[in-house]
């Protein structure tokens, strides 16, 4: 009776320890998929592959001191005396040393160099003050009055001057929104950054190997970069892209596609041209998310010259040392935040979710998750490392820790999308108001030039002469998708503003203001 009792214990207590090992097999999978767990071994699998070549000397002596302790310093002194070992030792040390030297310098990246950059300052008839703003949407009779106070509301809290820019056919009598006046708005602003880019840098458009035009919300045929071409009758083999549909951070991307090109072609000038077309996007509808746009972004354009030349060296103001983007267009609040769809009424406008900002928190945080490793010293990555072993591995409730950027980064250029996104971001890196004065007067000087924005942020601070050899600077930028890209960038000389180049000079005495 007692075996067969035995038996039957058995044969019950065998499924719930089957059920108790497939529970804890399940807890130990979800701990190693859980957010958490995967952003530990990305910190750690970054901080390997940066911190590796610093490694490899030690290591090869440890190994040596190891070898010295197991075998005796006696065998490597009877080995080192026979000379035939010796001249083979000395040969394939030499031949390996050769070897390794030359692929090291074969596999390393070509540079990125950029050799100036032009941010255009429009036409002081196109000044869009709250006045004159508020005049147009009264006179447009598309507006209700509520909805026209509503502007007015947001224009007073946006952080906006009154010296930004506006397209051309809102000053014209009667003017509408049509392609000719769209394609008018682009040849200003395309045509107005690139002709003083190609002034300053003596460098002739028949010289330029790829052109990248970035516009977001306008794609005509032909394309804008074949406008570029055409006008500037550039060569036939030069290689064009177009860039489109990528909100803000779209600038970061272009910047981001050169240096892939530049590092495989040696010898060669990468020219990027972008703005934003205002023009066929001025909503004229009443849907409350969709009339911030018009009370936020403005008329702005840029141009880079980037370089991978040894002769451009010299005469660059920057060298790019980091790249990282990212997108989070898998989640669908996110993919939704910033989208152009019709209203109620069929107007077509850009919808602003309210979310946007906690969207554009945790964009912000994958991105510099990896950014991190790459440019923060060993003592922050120590704490990231230790503060994400005890959230993980020992449970520890505490928050995420952030890093102390001021201790890698001198000056930072924060998208300047709005009041609210640049106090965000401000609060969220624990930056000082001095960090932020080159985004928030960039908004209240040109307002949301949307992927212009991070230039007249920089050309902000060249204009302060705050740029000096060896300062690193960080352009982040946010962008619908929903992305964040963000770029670090190396002085190597002392910076001085370029006069037709950059829209500061001229008001810059009076800046900051309250």
């Given at each position: 009776?007692?075996?067969?009792?035995?038996?039957?214990?058995?044969?019950?207590?065998?499924?719930?320890?089957?059920?108790?090992?497939?529970?804890?097999?399940?807890?130990?999978?979800?701990?190693?998929?859980?957010?958490?767990?995967?952003?530990?071994?990305?910190?750690?699998?970054?901080?390997?592959?940066?911190?590796?070549?610093?490694?490899?000397?030690?290591?090869?002596?440890?190994?040596?001191?190891?070898?010295?302790?197991?075998?005796?310093?006696?065998?490597?002194?009877?080995?080192?005396?026979?000379?035939?070992?010796?001249?083979?030792?000395?040969?394939?040390?030499?031949?390996?040393?050769?070897?390794?030297?030359?692929?090291?310098?074969?596999?390393?990246?070509?540079?990125?160099?950029?050799?100036?950059?032009?941010?255009?300052?429009?036409?002081?008839?196109?000044?869009?003050?709250?006045?004159?703003?508020?005049?147009?949407?009264?006179?447009?009779?598309?507006?209700?009055?509520?909805?026209?106070?509503?502007?007015?509301?947001?224009?007073?809290?946006?952080?906006?001057?009154?010296?930004?820019?506006?397209?051309?056919?809102?000053?014209?009598?009667?003017?509408?929104?049509?392609?000719?006046?769209?394609?008018?708005?682009?040849?200003?602003?395309?045509?107005?950054?690139?002709?003083?880019?190609?002034?300053?840098?003596?460098?002739?458009?028949?010289?330029?190997?790829?052109?990248?035009?970035?516009?977001?919300?306008?794609?005509?045929?032909?394309?804008?970069?074949?406008?570029?071409?055409?006008?500037?009758?550039?060569?036939?083999?030069?290689?064009?892209?177009?860039?489109?549909?990528?909100?803000?951070?779209?600038?970061?991307?272009?910047?981001?596609?050169?240096?892939?090109?530049?590092?495989?072609?040696?010898?060669?000038?990468?020219?990027?041209v972008g703005t934003e077309n205002i023009t066929l996007n001025w909503y004229f509808g009443n849907d409350r998310s969709m009339l911030v746009p018009n009370c936020l972004f403005r008329c702005g354009s840029y141009a880079l010259l980037l370089s991978n030349k040894k002769s451009d060296r010299s005469r660059s103001k920057f060298q790019l040392l980091h790249?990282?983007?990212?997108?989070?267009?898998?989640?669908?609040?996110?993919?939704?935040?910033?989208?152009?769809?019709?209203?109620?009424?069929?107007?077509?406008?850009?919808?602003?979710?309210?979310?946007?900002?906690?969207?554009?928190?945790?964009?912000?945080?994958?991105?510099?998750?990896?950014?991190?490793?790459?440019?923060?010293?060993?003592?922050?990555?120590?704490?990231?490392?230790?503060?994400?072993?005890?959230?993980?591995?020992?449970?520890?409730?505490?928050?995420?820790?952030?890093?102390?950027?001021?201790?890698?980064?001198?000056?930072?250029?924060?998208?300047?999308?709005?009041?609210?996104?640049?106090?965000?971001?401000?609060?969220?890196?624990?930056?000082?108001?001095?960090?932020?004065?080159?985004?928030?007067?960039?908004?209240?000087?040109?307002?949301?030039?949307?992927?212009?924005?991070?230039?007249?942020?920089?050309?902000?601070?060249?204009?302060?002469?705050?740029?000096?050899?060896?300062?690193?600077v960080w352009q982040v930028a946010l962008g619908s998708g929903f992305k964040c890209n963000s770029v670090v960038w190396k002085v190597l000389a002392d910076v001085c503003p370029t006069f037709d180049c950059n829209p500061w000079l001229d008001c810059i005495h009076r800046y900051p203001v309250e």
């Amino acid at each position: 009776m007692d075996h067969t009792a035995d038996r039957v214990n058995s044969h019950i207590s065998t499924p719930c320890k089957r059920k108790s090992v497939l529970s804890k097999a399940g807890k130990v999978m979800e701990f190693l998929l859980s957010d958490a767990t995967q952003e530990f071994f990305d910190i750690v699998r970054l901080f390997i592959t940066y911190y590796a070549p610093y490694f490899i000397w030690p290591l090869v002596l440890l190994v040596t001191a190891l070898g010295i302790n197991l075998f005796g310093l006696d065998w490597f002194c009877e080995l080192w005396g026979d000379p035939e070992l010796r001249v083979a030792f000395f040969f394939a040390s030499s031949s390996m040393l050769m070897v390794v030297a030359g692929s090291l310098y074969m596999l390393r990246p070509l540079p990125c160099y950029l050799v100036e950059f032009s941010s255009f300052k429009s036409l002081d008839n196109y000044k869009l003050n709250t006045e004159v703003g508020m005049y147009i949407a009264k006179m447009s009779q598309q507006f209700t009055d509520r909805n026209v106070k509503f502007q007015l509301k947001v224009l007073l809290k946006s952080g906006l001057g009154e010296e930004t820019y506006g397209p051309g056919f809102l000053f014209k009598e009667n003017g509408k929104p049509c392609l000719n006046e769209a394609r008018d708005e682009m040849e200003h602003m395309l045509f107005g950054a690139l002709d003083r880019l190609f002034y300053a840098t003596g460098v002739k458009p028949t010289e330029v190997d790829f052109l990248i035009a970035n516009i977001c919300m306008f794609y005509p045929t032909p394309s804008l970069s074949a406008h570029v071409v055409n006008r500037y009758k550039m060569r036939t083999d030069v290689k064009s892209y177009n860039i489109s549909g990528m909100g803000c951070a779209a600038g970061m991307v272009a910047v981001d596609l050169a240096r892939d090109l530049l590092r495989v072609h040696k010898n060669r000038y990468v020219v990027i041209v972008g703005t934003e077309n205002i023009t066929l996007n001025w909503y004229f509808g009443n849907d409350r998310s969709m009339l911030v746009p018009n009370c936020l972004f403005r008329c702005g354009s840029y141009a880079l010259l980037l370089s991978n030349k040894k002769s451009d060296r010299s005469r660059s103001k920057f060298q790019l040392l980091h790249s990282i983007r990212t997108t989070i267009a898998a989640d669908d609040k996110a993919y939704c935040s910033i989208i152009t769809r019709e209203d109620d009424d069929g107007i077509v406008g850009t919808s602003l979710s309210v979310k946007l900002l906690d969207v554009a928190s945790k964009a912000l945080r994958i991105n510099i998750t990896k950014l991190v490793p790459l440019t923060m010293p060993a003592s922050e990555l120590l704490k990231v490392v230790w503060n994400v072993v005890l959230r993980t591995m020992l449970g520890s409730r505490e928050k995420p820790y952030m890093p102390d950027f001021k201790k890698a980064i001198t000056h930072f250029c924060i998208h300047p999308g709005g009041r609210a996104v640049i106090d965000g971001i401000g609060k969220h890196l624990r930056l000082s108001d001095y960090d932020l004065e080159p985004a928030r007067m960039t908004l209240h000087r040109f307002g949301n030039t949307s992927s212009s924005g991070l230039w007249y942020a920089l050309a902000y601070c060249e204009a302060k002469h705050r740029l000096k050899k060896g300062d690193t600077v960080w352009q982040v930028a946010l962008g619908s998708g929903f992305k964040c890209n963000s770029v670090v960038w190396k002085v190597l000389a002392d910076v001085c503003p370029t006069f037709d180049c950059n829209p500061w000079l001229d008001c810059i005495h009076r800046y900051p203001v309250e």
